[in-house]
């Protein structure tokens, strides 16, 4: 239940917050006390109905309605207890002594008559409380049945599914057919460039058969790229994302890029032929939306007769058609449903790990939960990650059964597979709910960085403390259990079974966008989401996809003082924008990829009290706003990929400030940004990435040794020669040892040139807590650092270059228990062979070797003996030969 859902996202987090407010004594205010426990304890009344509301599959209008004033009721208070502390003064960045004493008393004085206006408010709010209780039958329920709703466990199987899931059971045919027809010769006609599209609705698998085909075959062509589009599809951006990812694999002259973001269509599409004119390629076009995007994309992929591919996905038949018009020679693939062999086989190895091992009593209710999933492979995972964590019992089978509806029986459209989506979204509870309901605030086909994700989520105020685990840990559970639902898609799952982004099916989006309009969770503004023109209630979270002047307008007479976060997402949206001094109530503002900032005015962005998370990354903002230093709540700032290289002094005034991520320019090798003198100050931080040290001053570089809670540091340093790096050599390397004895888990030094890093050999104490290393950089050790020893016992991801690997150094890393990963580059070896000892490298599943010879160098030989790294799942070495005068390159 989708409004149940949304009121747990304000309702639990209020009442901690009202729970910590009676127990400061800055509620000073004569009856304000007694009147703030009064309302928790209704609150919590109301809180216990909402919990008990979330059994009910389906509620009838009444109970929607009064869930929604709940909800709404919860909104306006934590707004009024937001405003009532802040008018206090509590969380105040001074010091205490004689001036903060002035302060004080004259702030009291200041905002006596606003603290009478909030107890009014409150009065106000109590008398809400009373209207809501007074509706008939609010709290009665015992209407209600069925068990109540628990939070399973993570399926132990979870790593290896979401690791393999390209491989979805009976695509081994299909796959297999594309792949033949992709790469036969007959004769001269082959040397013609062929299309395959493959059509077909959502959900049934078009991309996934895409990517087997694609990666098949890939190894026959001079060059590749896989590109996904959206229903709006920019051009531009697929374009560059192509020239991107052909660019890496052939040579590419640096000029050919140049002023690559200023470029038109037209030009892309002119460079991009230019490009591949004499390249056999393969290119994917995945998720096409209409004629008129690839009759634009077409003219991109020349016909060179040198037999390349392309392979293109729509859900459109006419689309299809449209990119397959020579039926001699291109082909369209309809895809099909799940045999039903093939879809047992998915179905109960889903749930026990085997299609043999269902028990016969559940046999019969699995044939008509199959029968009314219809083949459909995403309908099969959803319902059997549902069934896998629920009892092995054919009454609970059999209500699942009844739950999910006919609509698949009749036709397998949209509406039916929202219905198979909606009872997964059923089965979560409340906290995953509100936490996946929120997903729906970023576009469609968006990559969604788990730590940007993991961020928003705890600034929103979805997340508490519990059971001894940080907000952050919570919320990286609640991330990884939406994985393990089905609920979304992992992307870029590393060697530690972690995703580092994800990805929301198109089906589940539109289920989540409508529930989320549906329970005013979130205003959409975009194309064909437009519904702020039709809302009568408060907007509590904006998504802005598209806006143009009318809707500008309409927008401009809406009361945005409740809004809570921000989010914008499209350049051209910028120059519409209302000024953020009317969003009072904002905790999350987030304008990453947005150009043009100039012609907004930010003004107005320190009156801004809650705000907790800011993104610029991706903005062509050069200066940070004025009065950004008095964000004193915020928690995260995020200024990746902009050109914003100075702070003012006042920053290191935000002592709540957690994340401080920076890099000025694009690209790996620019770091200009300096860290602000006084940063010790800032002693909350947990994440600094970006800034260059040798451009720092040595103060700032000391500093850093302060931040005992530090746990990732990513930093530039660069300046070999120069007068300053010795001194700043030094400083930072006694900072690191502080670090190292305290929280640090990641290391990253990048640096654009071969500037020495030895002083690390006197890393002391050894980094106890650390568990990624990595360096990009030309320079190598000319020996294995000291402090790299089997006592690094949290070390799972070590990225390191050496001057001359030794059978010694092999031994070393071959003993570290909790390696992972290692990428190894090393100019030359000790001997011709190098032996690779049995029982070393116990959990090793990432084993990458660049060699970079001179001309003369001998070849260096691997011997694994029996035993050696019995979990390795890529071995890759690379044997690089470097000019004379040229410098290695660097492993991003």
């Known amino acids: 239940m989708e409004v149940v859902s949304a009121s747990h996202g304000v309702l639990g987090p209020l009442l901690g917050k009202l729970t910590s407010l009676l127990a400061d004594e800055c509620v000073r205010l004569k009856g304000v006390r007694r009147e703030i426990r009064s309302l928790r304890s209704e609150l919590m009344s109301m809180h216990a109905a909402v919990q008990k509301y979330a059994m009910l599959q389906h509620p009838d209008v009444q109970a929607k309605v009064r869930i929604s004033l709940v909800r709404e009721l919860a909104y306006d208070t934590e707004d009024v207890i937001d405003k009532f502390v802040h008018h206090l003064g509590n969380g105040s960045h001074h010091h205490g002594g004689f001036k903060e004493y002035f302060r004080k008393i004259a702030r009291q004085l200041k905002t006596l008559g606003s603290r009478h206006g909030i107890a009014s408010q409150i009065d106000e709010l109590k008398a809400r409380v009373k209207e809501v209780k007074e509706q008939k039958s609010s709290y009665k329920l015992d209407d209600i049945a069925g ?346 799952v590393g060697y530690d079974g972690k995703a580092r982004a994800c990805r929301v099916h198109d089906m ?184 260059n040290v040798i451009k720092s001053s040595l103060g700032a570089v000391e500093e850093l040794g302060n931040l005992t809670t530090l746990q990732e540091l990513h930093i530039q340093l660069d300046g070999r020669g120069s007068q300053e790096y010795k001194k700043h050599e030094e400083m930072l390397l006694s900072s690191l040892c502080k670090l190292g004895g305290c929280k640090l888990q990641s290391l990253w030094i990048r640096a654009a040139d071969s500037t020495p890093l030895q002083f690390l050999d006197s890393w002391s104490p050894l980094p106890s807590s650390l568990q990624r290393f990595r360096m990009t950089t030309d320079y190598s050790f000319p020996e294995m650092p000291k402090w790299i020893t089997p006592k690094l016992t949290s070390l799972a991801y070590l990225n390191i270059n050496l001057v001359e690997i030794m059978e010694e150094d092999l031994s070393i890393f071959g003993e570290m228990r909790a390696l992972l990963s290692l990428v190894l580059t090393f100019n030359g070896a000790q001997n011709e062979r190098i032996i690779v000892r049995g029982h070393a490298f116990p959990c090793l599943k990432e084993f990458c070797l660049f060699f970079f010879s001179n001309s003369g160098s001998r070849p260096t030989y691997l011997k694994f003996e029996e035993g050696a790294m019995p979990k390795l799942e890529k071995l890759e070495r690379r044997d690089i030969f470097r000019k004379k005068g040229c410098s290695g390159c660097h492993k991003e």
């Open 508 to 691: 589940m989006l539109e289920l989540i966008i409508s529930k989320s309009i549906e329970d005013n969770f979130i205003t959409f503004m975009g194309h064909g989401q437009t519904d702020v023109a039709n809302r009568h209630g408060l907007i509590r979270r904006l998504s802005i996809h598209h806006i143009d002047q009318e809707l500008a307008s309409v927008l401009a007479n809406k009361d945005l003082s409740h809004v809570r976060s921000l989010t914008v997402t499209a350049s051209a949206c910028i120059k519409y924008l209302p000024s953020l001094v009317g969003f009072e109530a904002l905790r999350v503002l987030d304008f990453q990829g947005c150009q043009n900032m100039q012609e907004y005015d930010m003004n107005g962005i320190d009156k801004l009290f809650q705000l907790k998370y800011l993104s610029l990354r991706g903005t062509d903002m050069s200066k940070l706003p004025s009065g950004i230093a008095r964000l004193y709540g915020l928690e995260t700032l995020d200024l990746r990929n902009t050109y914003i290289e100075e702070f003012p002094p006042e920053i290191v005034q935000l002592v709540k400030l957690q994340h401080l991520l920076v890099s000025s320019g694009f690209g790996w090798s620019v770091g200009r940004a300096k860290m602000p003198n006084g940063i010790g100050n800032m002693r909350n931080l947990r994440v600094i990435s970006g800034f």
């Open 147 to 492: 068990s109540t709703c628990e939070c399973s466990g993570v399926d132990p199987r979870l790593s290896a599914f979401f690791v393999e899931e390209e491989h979805l059971v009976g695509i081994d045919g299909p796959r297999d057919d594309l792949v033949n027809w992709m790469v036969e010769d007959k004769g001269s006609s082959t040397k013609n460039l062929k299309v395959l599209s493959i059509v077909g609705f959502g959900g049934l698998g078009k991309t996934t058969l895409a990517k087997e085909v694609y990666s098949k075959i890939q190894g026959h062509f001079c060059c590749h790229a896989f590109v996904s589009i959206s229903q709006k599809p920019n051009v531009k951006n697929i374009m560059k994302d192509v020239i991107s990812q052909v660019g890496s694999q052939v040579p590419c002259e640096k000029e050919f890029t140049e002023d690559i973001d200023s470029w038109d269509e037209k030009k892309f599409i002119a460079k991009l032929r230019e490009l591949l004119q004499d390249k056999r390629y393969l290119i994917t076009i995945d998720d096409i939306w209409s004629i008129p995007a690839w009759d634009i994309i077409k003219y991109a992929f020349p016909e060179n007769n040198l037999s390349s591919r392309i392979i293109a996905t729509t859900r459109i038949v006419d689309v299809a058609r449209s990119c397959c018009p020579r039926g001699d020679i291109d082909r369209i693939y309809e895809m099909e449903a799940l045999s039903d062999l093939h879809s047992k086989r998915l179905f109960f190895k889903r749930i026990f790990g085997s299609e043999d091992c269902c028990p016969d009593v559940l046999k019969q209710v699995s044939n008509k939960i199959l029968k009314k999933c219809g083949g459909l492979p995403l309908a099969l995972i959803s319902i059997s990650s549902l069934l896998a964590n629920r009892p092995k019992i054919k009454d609970e089978w059999e209500r699942v059964s009844r739950s999910i509806g006919s609509a698949l029986e009749k036709n397998p459209s949209l509406e039916g597979m929202n219905s198979i989506l909606s009872l997964s979204y059923n089965d979560l509870p409340p906290n995953l709910k509100t936490c996946l309901l929120y997903l729906s605030i970023f576009p469609e086909d968006t990559v969604i960085d788990r730590e940007c994700l993991v961020r928003r989520w705890i600034a929103e105020g979805f997340i508490c403390e519990e059971r001894g685990q940080s907000k952050q840990e919570v919320a990286e559970n609640h991330f990884y259990e939406l994985i393990n639902k089905s609920m979304v898609q992992p992307v870029e």
